[in-house]
C-alpha cells in the first residue's frame, strides 16, 4: 500500500564538536532517508549549532528518524518546524549573462522579487535573493528566459515563529 510522502523540516540542537553533522547525517543516510536541504549555523550559545534539515518521509517513518535523532547523545534537541508557527529562509545567489539592453527588463523582475544585483560587468551580473523556498524556486523559472550562468543556493534555514495568537503583540 501507497503511503505518502510529506516534505518536513526539523531543526536540530547539537553540541558544538569536530563529527557532529557527520554522525547525524549518517544516521539519515543508513536509514534510506534523502536529505533535500541541509543547513549548520552556530547558535547564540557557543556551545550548541544547529543543524536544519529538510526531507521527505511517510509519517510513521519521520516519527521514528526524529525519535532515533533525539537518542544521540550529542542532540540537545530536535524540533519539528511547523509551517504554521515557523520563518523559513533561503538565499540564492545567480549569475546571468546580460547584455546593457537587458538590464532594465532584469531590474524590474529583480525589484519586483525584492533582490538585489549586488555585481555587474560588462557582458553579466550576479543577483542576490532571500525568501521562502518558493520565492526563490519561482524567481528561478521567471529567470529561465536569460542565459543563467551560475547558480548557488543555501538551502533552507528556519526558526520558530510566535504562535499568532493573542499574546502576539503584531495582532495588536
Known sequence: ????????IVSVLVQNQANVLTRVISMFGRRGFN??????????NPKLSR???MFSATEQSMQQIITQTEKLE???EVIVLSRENSLYRELVLMRIQCEPD????VKEIVD????KIIDLSRHSLVIELTGT?????????????????DVCRTG???IEGLNRGEDDPAQK
Not at 500500500?1 to 518536513?8: A, I, N, R
Open 51 to 53: 543543524i536544519t534539515i
Open 35 to 44: 536529505i533535500d536541504s541541509l543547513t549548520v549555523s552556530p547558535t547564540n
Open 1 to 8: 500500500m501507497y503511503k505518502p510522502l510529506k516534505q518536513e
Open 112 to 115: 519586483i522579487f525584492r533582490g
Open 74 to 76: 550529542v542532540v540537545e
Open 133 to 149: 523556498p518558493s520565492k526563490i524556486n519561482g524567481f528561478m523559472e521567471v529567470m529561465e528566459e536569460y542565459n543563467i550562468t
Open 156 to 158: 533552507i534555514t528556519g
Open 102 to 105: 537587458q538590464r532594465s527588463s
